[in-house]
């Protein structure tokens, strides 16, 4: 177990750079997602790391070894992929020795490691079963219990859930929290959907065109997004945006929306003008009160303990408020809805953010 | 589908199946008159009338080719060679095939067009080279000298390219994680993983290489070094043709190959789809 320093890392395939000037820390016994959109060079990153795309410039130091120009093998670290290639004419145990033996570890001492690995997995009857007579969900913990055998300084994984039903996608989240719990590992893990990181990672490191654009706690790049794409790619539903109008004294802003309407909020920004405003459904509320704006609800999404209004504004502008679960509000109705204005974020034209207080 | 339908297509379903027995027989037919006429006795053979079944049958032309000729020799002449051929050939490809669909090494696409090349090349074309050069080598009328020339089959080189193309690369990235040597992913991983490739293939090369004729019959002039298939003409004497003794012979040299087509029917399918695919 280890931690893991990427230092001003770049890679290039052929003559496009894709992976530009990179740092960032991993701590040990940490859990840390990379999260991001398709092509965001997530896998390009993790692969870096394992040693399967090699790194250009700058440096990978596992558990304070420079580790840039060593061989896969030689790195002390573990891959679980997407597709498991489990080795399909081998039975788990030999799959899971297979890496063992090539080192030249003795079969007693390797017979002890797939024990323990199968007991921790809970898959003790599958060790002489063949890939092929495994589920969906077997054949992943298989490909766990491959990682776990050689007990590395680190776990990769790439979008290891993505080839398993949904409920199954579930349990195994939690399974494999409570995995790394147990063995307390340094586990870096990539996937591209926000509710797999959210749940699972200690940081989030959030990657978008092969930049990294925020690396914080889920609360914080939740709560403090540091730009509008992080705004934008945690949370579901998503955040709202409303183009607005901002004019600014000191710590006080009044922002002027599309419709017209108008609120005050306490946000520092450098100078008045264009804003995207950004505002996360649950922060808009569905009242019978005095309200900053009316819309007319276009959509009803019932989900029993609250309810989904996709709204339009007069303007034309959709916003999604959030309201109890017994909604009485059908398609059509109007709707008062009040902001939050506590949890407003601005994003100038660069998309860069500020949060209100 | 409407029951005209239906009933079109069971008609046109009919006459396929017909023109196939048809054809079936028309192909078949040699092989069992050749059976058949094995085990009449000479002059029934030449009778200038069709008969189906021996009047007297009779194994005696058996017994001649058992006893009076080399076929013992010809027979283990031709399953060394056979033998060699299938080991050297597939091994090599195997090798080739892996190199050149996994690794990356400076002159891999020249080498991979020249063996695409080398496939367009009929083997008949280079016998007189191959002719000179086993000659010049002293290897004329020897096993080497009949395994040398035979050991040139693209076609399994590209199979194999193909198999190993279609292997998902996660499975190399694993084994490379799992510090396995390039050997270790060739013979650990990739063999093990398309061992129906190398067995449809060994088949194939072994039936090329017992029917192999032409070049065994150049590069052989001593009876007792002559595979069967070049042993079996000799099976006529100073006194004339006896069909039904050269018959009896071929029968005997086609029978391990009937037998293997017999016994790895599927996988023989297989390879020559393989092959056919590529041969197109
Ligand atoms: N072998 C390669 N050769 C050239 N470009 C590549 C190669 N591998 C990846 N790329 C490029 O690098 C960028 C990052 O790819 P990467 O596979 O890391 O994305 P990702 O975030 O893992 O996406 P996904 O969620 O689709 O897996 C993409 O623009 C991709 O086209
Ligand atoms: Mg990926």
């Not at chain 1, 679980?80 to 145990?93: E, I, S």
């Not at chain 1, 520092?268 to 922060?283: F, K, Q, W």
């Amino acid at each position: 177990m280890a931690d893991i320093a990427l230092q001003n890392v770049s890679k290039s395939f052929g003559a496009v750079e894709v992976i530009k000037d990179i740092s960032f820390q991993v701590k040990q016994g940490e859990f840390v997602v990379f999260l991001g959109p398709s092509g965001s060079g997530k896998s390009t990153l993790l692969r870096m790391i394992a040693g399967l795309e090699s790194i250009d410039r700058g440096k990978l130091l596992i558990g304070g070894r420079e580790c840039q120009a060593l061989a896969p093998g030689q790195r002390d670290v573990a891959m679980v992929f997407q597709n498991y290639a489990l080795y399909p004419h081998m039975t788990v145990r030999d799959n899971m020795a297979f890496g063992l033996r090539n080192i030249g570890m003795k079969e007693k001492d390797i017979a002890a490691r797939v024990a323990d690995a199968a007991r921790i997995l809970e898959m003790d009857a599958l060790l002489d079963r063949r890939p092929s007579q495994l589920s969906g969900g077997q054949r992943q913990r298989v490909a766990i219990g491959r990682a776990i055998v050689k007990e590395p300084a680190a776990f990769l994984f790439d979008e290891p859930l993505s080839n398993l039903d949904a409920a199954l996608r579930v349990r195994t989240r939690v399974e494999l929290a409570q995995l790394h719990q147990r063995i307390a590992a340094t586990m870096i893990y990539v996937t591209h959907d926000q509710t797999e990181a959210m749940t699972l990672a200690d940081r989030i490191v959030i990657l978008n065109d092969c930049r990294i654009e925020q690396i914080g706690t889920p609360l914080e790049v939740y709560t403090y997004p540091a730009s509008r794409f992080v705004a934008g790619f945690v949370g579901s539903p998503g955040m709202n945006f409303l183009d607005a109008e901002i004019s600014t004294s000191g710590k006080e802003a009044v922002a002027t929306l599309g419709d017209g309407s108008r609120m005050a909020m306490t946000i520092s920004v450098p100078d008045g003008g264009a804003y995207e405003l950004g505002i996360r459904p649950e922060a808009v509320q569905v009242t019978t009160g005095r309200g900053d704006t009316t819309g007319e609800a276009t959509v009803v999404e019932n989900l029993g303990d609250r309810t989904l209004v996709h709204t339009r504004l007069n303007d034309g502008t959709s916003v999604i408020a959030l309201d109890g679960g017994r909604s009485q509000i059908a398609p059509g109705d109007t709707v008062t809805l009040r902001f939050d204005t506590s949890q407003l974020h601005l994003f100038d034209s660069a998309g860069r953010a500020y949060h209100a207080d | 589908m409407t029951p005209a339908a239906t009933r079109r297509t069971n008609i046109a379903g009919a006459i396929i199946t017909v023109i196939t027995v048809i054809a079936a027989v028309i192909w078949a037919f040699p092989i069992y008159w050749g059976i058949v006429s094995s085990f009449k006795l000479e002059d029934e053979v030449v009778r200038p009338y069709i008969e189906l079944w021996p009047e007297h049958p009779t194994l005696r032309h058996y017994w001649f080719a058992l006893t009076q000729t080399q076929i013992g020799s010809w027979y283990m002449n031709s399953v060394a060679t056979a033998l060699g051929v299938t080991v050297l050939t597939v091994s090599t490809s195997l090798l080739v095939g892996y190199a050149i669909s996994q690794l990356r090494f400076p002159g891999r696409r020249a080498l991979w067009y020249l063996i695409l090349a080398s496939f367009m090349v009929p083997t008949q074309v280079l016998i007189i080279n191959h002719f000179v050069l086993i000659a010049n080598m002293g290897l004329l009328n020897t096993w080497a000298g009949i395994i040398l020339p035979q050991l040139i089959h693209p076609v399994v080189i590209i199979v194999y390219k193909q198999f190993f193309d279609q292997v998902p690369k996660e499975f190399r990235e694993a084994a490379v994680m799992d510090n396995a040597s390039e050997l270790g992913i060739l013979t650990k991983i990739y063999i093990p993983m398309n061992w129906g490739v190398t067995t449809a293939l060994s088949i194939v090369t072994f039936i090329w290489a017992w029917n192999a004729f032409l070049w065994p019959f150049l590069a052989v002039t001593r009876t007792e070094m002559m595979t069967i298939t070049v042993g079996i003409t000799q099976v006529s004497d100073a006194f004339g043709v006896y069909y039904a003794r050269q018959l009896a012979s071929a029968v005997l040299a086609g029978f391990p190959v009937a037998l293997a087509y017999l016994l790895f029917q599927r996988r023989v399918t297989q390879a020559i789809t393989l092959s056919a695919g590529i041969k197109g």
